[in-house]
């Protein structure tokens, strides 16, 4: 069973546009929610995390919308650049219990010039 | 820091072999984690290392995959033997805190076994 639903699978944005990535849980013990930023041949990225404590956390052109009553959380990319186009990882986590780590599926983003 | 280091990069075996994944983590960082990744079940954690003692090895697929941590700087994932569904990208990340430091991966050894 998967822990973590994350949707779409790929996106495709044009330059300037915003990306948005969705992820959903059912476990209410989750606690700490991070996104991560993966290129071709690379590792995946720490790029943003979230607590439920805030409904939403920005950093830059990215920024964690986050719905603990419809246990939702989602990635904005605001004026997307062909640089950030790569595989998207949501996450959650118990923090208590570490061990209860699951990713998302991923999200590949394509941002055309 | 060089980061995170994996060794080999590329790995190519033939099913039935022993396959060893090598991992250096950032020197100072108390945990180690490793990571497999497929496109059908996406990235799973397999076993975390807190000072060099394995804390949790839940997700360790089955008695053929092993993990160890000699000493703070080197950790290897050993397979024995291997199968094909074994194929896949295998990554190492460190990290000096459990959950809020962020963890840093390493580039991956991508695994094909024939």
């Known amino acids: 069973q998967q822990q973590v639903k994350q949707s779409p699978q790929s996106l495709i944005v044009q330059k300037g546009g915003i990306s948005i990535i969705n992820c959903a849980y059912e476990n209410t013990a989750f606690d700490y929610f991070p996104w991560y930023q993966q290129f071709p041949g690379k590792g995946p990225a720490l790029l943003i995390a979230?607590?439920?404590?805030?409904s939403e956390k920005k950093e830059g052109r990215f920024t964690i919308s986050f719905n603990k009553s419809a246990k939702q959380f989602s990635l904005h990319i605001m004026d997307s650049q062909p640089g950030d186009s790569a595989t998207y990882f949501c996450a959650a986590i118990e923090s208590y219990n570490f061990n209860k780590f699951y990713f998302g599926s991923g999200t590949k983003l394509n941002v055309k010039p | 820091d060089a980061g995170v280091i994996q060794s080999p990069r590329h790995e190519v075996t033939e099913m039935g072999q022993e396959v060893t994944l090598r991992c250096k983590p950032i020197s100072g960082h108390d945990y180690l984690f490793w990571y497999r990744q497929t496109m059908m079940r996406g990235l799973e954690l397999l076993i975390y290392?807190?000072?060099?003692?394995?804390?949790?090895d839940s997700g360790m697929p089955e008695d053929r995959f092993s993990a160890k941590m000699p000493n703070a700087s080197f950790s290897t994932l050993k397979i024995q033997p291997s199968e094909p569904r074994d194929s896949a990208v295998y990554f190492c990340?460190?990290?000096?805190?459990?959950?809020?430091?962020?963890?840093?991966f390493g580039p991956g050894t991508r695994l094909l076994v024939l």
């Open positions: 979230i607590r439920p404590d805030v």
């Open positions: 290392f807190n000072n060099n003692v394995p804390i949790d």
């Open positions: 990340a460190s990290s000096r805190l459990a959950v809020e430091e962020t963890q840093y």
